[in-house]
């Protein structure tokens, strides 16, 4: 393989790297701007109600799942890069390193591949733990703020399930639903860093 | 391997230039996050202080600003290491560092704006408070009360300060990358391996008393056969003066290039050095340290090195080749035996600015500079720090161990609880920093700001009370007397027959040229001297800019190529 190739094919897979980072950067700051809306919403305007906020987080779950599908694209780029940056460019500037004679192979497999190397609930696992889970934390900080506080503090538990009531589903049941949502955030969370920990991908974004 | 890196340099600009963008983007949002907040208080009719709590979004903006920042300096520094083929420093940090240089950005006066327009709003509408009570309730926000929310404010804000403190002292010098820092950490360590390493080492000096005490330094790495070089500071300043600014602006480093085997000391209680508990005057220093120091390096190289000492350090290289000693009942005396020795274990000795003798005191104003004290120019007044009002300061540091400049910021770096508590005290150096304490040891026009800056906080280190009134008596007594007065060492110097450089800087404040001349080289018993003025110059300017290394090699070759007699 021709040195210049190698390098064309880096400047290029890190050009395509950037630009699915841009777009996902994008994305997060879209859910970061509809968490101040809804926050300017539901606190700023009279007799808003909590639900701006709950349906709120649908808008943001959406962008979790564009971000997701963006990383799986934008993993498959960012492992080609590590590859050549490995085994090509850091044995070329410290003798002590020696490549993986199989990294060519690798790398050639990966741009014949269509598929990423990144399934999807790894993908929504790896936006949660970069982004997402403090985007809902902030997120359900303001809702459950807003139903506490607005329009003046509960003054009981009781008022406080009634408070999140929603026609005829009752209050506690919704926020029952809370358990295992963040309950799978959690998870997912855990699970992603260990892999990271233990299996040694790297996310650099 | 100029087109690999050039290729890595460009993939690394872009990448910088990618995460730039992202930075300002962020700012932006984060502005109109603060904008849309004051907007809707104010203007939207019946909104509440609630609205405040879009400070959520601002932190999540902030959050993500923390890793871009930490991405973004990571990134700048691969940038230009891997564009100059060389070197790129351990990447350090990650997100503690990444937030505090994006409040450092942004978010200090972002918040500062959210968090005035929050008080305000609850001070003014619907109608201005009345009392301070009344505020107070209106502030309360559920089961929070109004004191528990301001206290809660202050408390944030002197995180936010220490958050702030923290990343002035790494936005310069730190490397920071997070656990997610771009490009490969890994890679950029590769690139790392290519700086010219520092060497650590600690050479162990015994004292008469019993106790040891080690000397730390570090030397670059050894480069063949060449001539040694041991270089080593003056007063109050550890090693990293011959070291200032690795890289292009290090003189250690040039002199490293330019062919010799440089091992650079951190003086007693200095640097990495441990005996700041000690008492030590500069009869210690001579009669104990520098013969160690000397016997360390000679140990590990085949032929004798040259003594390269700066001011202070000049200085005790003198007294100690003329074979100043100390008994161990206490008394100091001239030993032909140590003279003869210690001059035998160096090529030659290179003293740059060092005078022992203050003949010149009176007149330069230099007596009157110990009696009155530093000038300070303090808001277009003049005010006068007596030096011994700052000895009691620096035998506090001394004592402590407190890391000063370096270390402090050091300490600032390595992070931990550590971080918040020092934080203030690099404010409050920072403060003195501007207030040019250390003036008097350059010539300011030759230097650059940041060169001031980083001679303040990475080499302004701690010294010993004996020495300063060692120093104190010889400047009021215009002569060099031992310790306790029983050696004069003005009168010694023809005990020194060592092939010796003297190099004097014109506008030096502390070693006058021309008495440098007569009192000390006319008096010198070498018979191969030489004397060097550098014109122009102040004490340490030499230091501190890369154009005049060559005048540092240059005198230490006069040394080698068997000094021409003086003229």
Known sequence: ????????????????????????????????????????????????????????????????????????????SEDRL?????????????????????????????????????????????????????IFVALDSCWLSKLYLDPRPATSWVEFWHRVDFGFVPGWAILLFLVPFWGSFVALTVWFRLKQKYLGREVRY | MPGQLSALAQAYAARREQVASSVATNRALAGGVVFGTIAIAYGAPGASHLVFFSALALFLLQIFASAQQSRLFALSRAFRSARGGLPAERLEGGRVAGAALAVRDAYFVLFLCFDISWLLFDFVRPTTAGSFAEYLARLRIGPL???????????????????????????????????????????????????????????????????????????????????????????????FVFDLFPGAGSLAEYLWRR?????????????????????????????????????????????????VGHSMGGICALLSAMGLERLPAGP?????DAAAQRQQALAGLVTLGSLPDFTFARESGLQRFVWRGIELRLLGRKLYLPVTKLLPLLRGFTFLGIPVGLRLRQALARGGALRA???????????????????????????SRSARRQLFFATVDGTFW???????????????LSSDERVDCSKNYGRIRLPTC???????????????????????????????????????????DPKYFPRVEEAIRTVLGKLPSPG
């Open chain 1, 1 to 76: 393989m021709a040195e210049d190739v190698v390098q064309t094919l880096y400047a290029e897979e890190t050009r395509r790297s950037l630009s699915w980072r841009t777009a996902m950067d994008w994305t997060r700051n879209l859910s970061v701007m509809i968490v101040a809306g809804m926050a300017f919403v539901a606190f700023g305007l009279n007799g808003s109600t909590h639900y701006v906020l709950f349906f709120g987080s649908l808008a943001v779950f959406a962008q979790l799942i564009f971000e997701a599908r963006m990383h799986r694209f934008a993993q498959a």
């Open chain 1, 82 to 134: 590590g590859e050549i940056e490995k085994n090509y460019f850091a044995p070329a500037l410290d003798v002590g390193v020696s490549a993986d004679p199989a990294w060519r192979e690798r790398l050639a497999k990966s741009l014949l591949s269509m598929a990423p190397s990144v399934g999807f609930i790894e993908a929504i696992a790896a936006r949660i733990s970069k982004n997402y889970f403090v």
């Open chain 2, 145 to 239: 009360s109004g004191a528990g929310l301001l206290v809660f404010t202050i408390v944030f804000w002197l995180a936010y300060a220490a958050l702030l403190a923290y990343g002035w002292s790494i936005a310069r010098d730190v490397c920071v990358g997070g656990a997610d820092s771009a490009i490969a950490a890994k890679l950029v360590r590769q690139l790392g391996t290519l700086a010219v390493e520092r060497i650590p080492f600690a050479a162990e000096v015994k004292i008469w008393e019993g106790t040891r005490i080690k000397l730390n330094g570090f030397r670059l790495p050894q480069a063949g056969a060449a001539q040694a070089l041991i270089l080593w500071p003056g007063f109050t300043q550890n090693g």
């Open chain 2, 259 to 307: 062919g010799f085997d440089v091992w650079v000391f951190h003086t007693r209680g200095t640097g990495a050095s441990s005996g700041r508990s000690c008492r030590a005057s500069l009869d210690d220093f001579a009669a104990f340290d520098l013969p160690a120091a000397i016997r360390f390096v000679s140990a590990k190289i085949d032929t004798p090195p040259i003594f």
């Open chain 2, 332 to 336: 100091t005396r001239l030993s032909d």
């Open chain 2, 421 to 447: 508590l020092l934080a203030p005290l690099y404010l409050l150096l920072e403060f003195a920093a501007q207030l040019g304490l250390w003036e008097f040891l350059y010539h300011r026009p030759n230097v």
């Open chain 2, 466 to 480: 004996d020495v300063v009134q060692q120093y104190r008596q010889a400047v009021l007594r215009g002569r060099m």
């Open chain 2, 502 to 544: 003297l190099v004097a800087m014109e506008l030096d404040s502390l070693a006058d040229p021309q008495r440098m001349r007569t009192d000390l080289l006319d008096r010198l018993g070498s018979a191969r001297k030489s004397f060097v003025v550098w014109r122009g110059v102040g004490h340490e300017d030499f230091f501190m």
